[in-house]
């Protein structure tokens, strides 16, 4: 297993280095974000997690398609759409550990944000890469 994992990486190490350079951007944006709309602005952390959410997964798409895939021009239908349910499986898990962070440990909305990321970081690599962006991938390839 782990000569499979190592296998994997070496493969995907400079793939796995952008989605990583773009994984810090936007889990900055996201962390400034719901300090922004949390601490600032005074908004219950469920709103100030799903707006702050909401905008960092447009910055995040982008960056992704273009910088870590390398994809150009406009993006396909398909690929949006599963990238919506790659969002999705992910927001389920940004509010499910970030509830338990708050309800269940008495920490701050912020912790949740950062242990989230851990989860969402491994579970959006793979589905990009073999799920939203796969099709596109091997056609930009190809041709």
């Given at each position: ?22 994984g810090l951007t ?118």
């Amino acid at each position: 297993m782990l000569t499979v994992i190592v296998s994997y990486v070496t493969a995907n190490k400079w793939q796995l280095l952008r989605f990583s350079i773009v994984g810090l951007t936007t889990f900055a944006l996201n962390f400034v974000l719901v300090w922004l709309f949390y601490g600032v602005v005074g908004l219950d952390y469920r709103i100030a997690v799903s707006i702050a959410y909401t905008l960092t997964i447009i910055a995040h798409f982008m960056l992704n398609r273009s910088f870590t895939y390398g994809l150009v021009g406009m993006p396909e239908i398909p690929s949006t759409i599963r990238y919506a349910f790659m969002l999705f499986v992910n927001y389920l898990i940004l509010l499910g550990v970030t509830t338990a962070t708050v309800e269940l440990l008495g920490l701050t909305p912020y912790f949740g944000v950062i242990f989230s990321e851990f989860v969402t970081a491994f579970s959006s690599f793979l589905m990009m890469k073999h799920f939203v962006f796969a099709q596109q991938e091997k056609d930009q390839c190809a041709g």
